[in-house]
């Protein structure tokens, strides 16, 4: 036993991150384009002020701007990563390219043909593209009309840009993903779903809404896939989050248990086409009633996903007991607690390869649909050494330790994995800080958190370690 030859090995990114170019070739202005870089960024996520005044006065540096300039650099890219021997390249399309104002007259022949470009230079390489439909970014326009996702007005908008994607990339993209980590929303309302939350008390309901209307949004990219490229397989993506409780008191388990089932609710629907009843009972204590169409129901029920896709960083602990429940770790969007057991990386995000194992398990079990993990990795300081080198070990260490724990899944456990697409194959902006220093690459680009460099590329150590891992399918990981 060991991974299936046609097992898809490679790596990810997404478009606001690593693209720059954004107001190139008519592409419009992006939620993402409005955000500042640095440690603040999250505190500037919760809290919109900044965000809202950079949307009418943009002052400042922002990231996403420039990013990596993938956009005049992905052939340069693609052949590193074809060197690497990659079988798949997971990247999202910008919307704003396609529609810069999401609710255009007509698409933008530009955009398009950006990624035909794109999509022609893996499949030169027999790589596999790995389409994102959506990765936290939407226009602004959008959010300007319509307060983002929390609007129904932009289901259809976003059905006519996924038809229009999937039309002109047929024969092209296999493999396409509909929300990226569409969890993430109950926890940064903005970057989810392009909206403002002006009232803390309107927050739940809210972002409920915005699922909900993501959800309805993400069957009928389901249902247009498979209408029109029935050779396709589409799949959710969700932020796996493999919680321990603290102790063994029960309620430390309760604890668990409602965390987990918040953070799968939006998976189960979309694996399975209904609601958990537990959702419908919450939300009625709640007294949140949601705005449901006529045909949502239906919609949902006949529309569920081929595969489950998932990105797995880190695990957390939970505990109801006040005296360590304030014991956080880290960059822990989730609101879990620091392990003792387990390590952190620079950022304060727990290591946890065998967590990996037991997300991969839970997963499987709970939906019995195969599974793929399109992120996973380190986000590190690297040095470059005098002579060029970037030593980059705790980055191989990181990954082979979860890669074990993968191949564990499958050949003991006999979890069915369609394939495993490492964070940032490439170094690209930070999501939740928009720094550059925090890198997840193969490939190194000069370039820091001021914008300042030459985007030179270059191999990292781990980039000859992966080569081989990808070479040996998975034997070879030392
Ligand atoms: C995931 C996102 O949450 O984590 C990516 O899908 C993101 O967009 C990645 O970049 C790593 O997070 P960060 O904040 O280290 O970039």
């Excluded at 170019?21 to 960024?41: F, N, P, Q, S, W």
């Excluded at 319509?146 to 932009?154: A, C, K, L």
């Excluded at 309107?202 to 247009?224: D, G, I, P, R």
Aim: charged share 25%; hydrophobic share 40%; with cysteine.
């Amino acid at each position: 036993m060991s991974f299936p030859k046609n097992f898809l090995w490679g790596g990810a990114i997404a478009a606001h991150q690593a693209e720059g170019a954004y107001l190139e070739d008519g592409k419009g202005i992006a939620t993402c384009d409005v955000m500042h870089g640095g440690k603040g960024r999250i505190a500037e996520i919760l809290d919109i002020k900044a965000i809202k005044a950079n949307i009418e006065n943009p002052l400042g540096y922002f990231p996403e701007h420039d990013a990596v300039d993938f956009y005049h650099h992905y052939k340069e890219d693609i052949a590193l990563f074809a060197e690497m021997g990659f079988k798949t390249f997971r990247l999202s399309i910008a919307w704003a390219r396609i529609f810069p104002n999401g609710d255009d007259a007509a698409p933008n022949e530009a955009g398009l043909a950006f990624y035909d470009s794109v999509f022609d230079e893996c499949l030169k390489y027999g790589i596999e593209p790995l389409v994102t439909l959506s990765h936290w970014e939407m226009a602004i326009n959008l959010t300007k009309k319509y307060n983002g996702w929390v609007s129904r007005e932009v289901i259809p908008l976003f059905e006519r840009y996924v038809r229009t994607v999937f039309a002109r990339y047929k024969g092209k993209v296999k493999y396409w993903l509909t929300f990226n980590e569409i969890n993430m929303t109950l926890h940064m309302p903005f970057m989810g779903s392009g909206m403002f939350v002006d009232d803390p008390a309107q927050k739940e309901a809210m972002c409920y809404q915005a699922l909900h209307n993501q959800l309805v949004a993400s069957a009928l990219a389901v249902k247009a896939c498979h209408e029109l490229l029935p050779d396709a397989k589409i799949g959710c993506m969700v932020a796996s989050l493999t919680a321990y409780p603290y102790d063994c008191r029960p309620e430390d388990t309760w604890e668990k248990m409602e965390m987990e089932r918040k953070n799968y609710y939006l998976t189960d629907v979309q694996a399975r086409g209904v609601y958990p009843s537990w959702v419908k009972n919450y939300l009625a204590r709640k007294n949140i009633t949601l705005n449901y169409g006529d045909f949502d129901e239906k919609t949902l029920r006949e529309n569920t996903v081929d595969f489950v896709s998932f990105s797995y960083y880190s695990t957390s602990a939970v505990s109801t007991d006040p005296a360590i429940a304030g014991d956080k770790g880290t960059g822990n969007l989730f609101g879990g607690m620091k392990n003792p057991h387990l390590k952190s990386s620079e950022w304060g995000w727990q290591i946890d390869p065998l967590g990996l194992r037991i997300a991969l398990n839970f997963l499987y079990d709970r939906y019995q649909k195969p599974l793929f993990i399109v992120e996973n990795g380190l986000g590190a300081k690297d040095v470059v050494e005098a002579n060029g080198e970037i030593n980059d070990d705790y980055r191989i260490d990181y990954l082979r330790e979860h890669i074990k724990a993968m191949k564990a899944a499958v050949e003991e456990d006999g979890v069915d994995l369609l394939g495993y697409t490492t964070w940032g194959c490439i170094d690209i902006i930070s999501a939740s800080t928009g720094e550059m220093s925090k890198r997840y690459g193969f490939i190194y680009i000069d370039r820091d958190d001021e914008g300042k460099g030459t985007l030179n590329r270059s191999r990292k150590k781990s980039f000859f370690w992966y080569k081989d891992v990808i070479a040996t399918n998975g034997e070879k990981l030392s």
